[in-house]
C-alpha cells in the first residue's frame, strides 16, 4: 500500500501563487506515475498535471499550461504542484494521486490512478 499526504493548500488572491507537495510513504517503490486533480463544487474530478517518476516527462492540462509547474523528488518521494498567476476558476479541492506501471493507461484519467490523499483545498479570490 501506499499514503499520500497533501500540503499547502489556503486561500490566495488571484495573480498569487501556492505551492503544493505531496508526500508519499509505503511501497513507493511501486510508484511510476505521480498527477494532481482537482474538484470544484458540483463539478467532476479533472486532471491538471502529472509526472513520470521514470524520466521526469511531465503532461498538463491546457489551462493550467504555462502557470504550473509539477516536479518530484524521487528520493525523498515527493511531489510538488507550483501555481502561479492563479485565477479564481483555479478554485477547488486539489487531489495528489499515484499509481504503479500499468501499460496503456491514461495519464490524465483519474480511474488510471488507485492512490490518493484526502485533498488540500484552494481557493483564488478575485
Known amino acids: 500500500q501506499v499514503q499520500l499526504v497533501e500540503s499547502g493548500g489556503g486561500l490566495v488572491q488571484a495573480g498569487g501563487s501556492l505551492r503544493l507537495s505531496c508526500a508519499a510513504s509505503g511501497r513507493t517503490f511501486i510508484l511510476y506515475a505521480m498527477a494532481w486533480f482537482r474538484q470544484a463544487p458540483g463539478k467532476e474530478r479533472e486532471f491538471v498535471a502529472a509526472?513520470?517518476?521514470?524520466?521526469?516527462?511531465?503532461y498538463y492540462t491546457d489551462s493550467v499550461k504555462g502557470r504550473f509547474t509539477i516536479s518530484s523528488d524521487n528520493a525523498k518521494n515527493t511531489m510538488d504542484l507550483q501555481m502561479d498567476n492563479l485565477k479564481p476558476e483555479d478554485t477547488a479541492d486539489y487531489y495528489c494521486a499515484a499509481r504503479g506501471s500499468l501499460p496503456g493507461a491514461t495519464i490524465t484519467s483519474p480511474r488510471s490512478y488507485n492512490y490518493w490523499g484526502q485533498g488540500t483545498q484552494v481557493t483564488v479570490s478575485s
Open positions: 509526472i513520470n517518476r521514470n524520466g521526469g516527462t511531465t
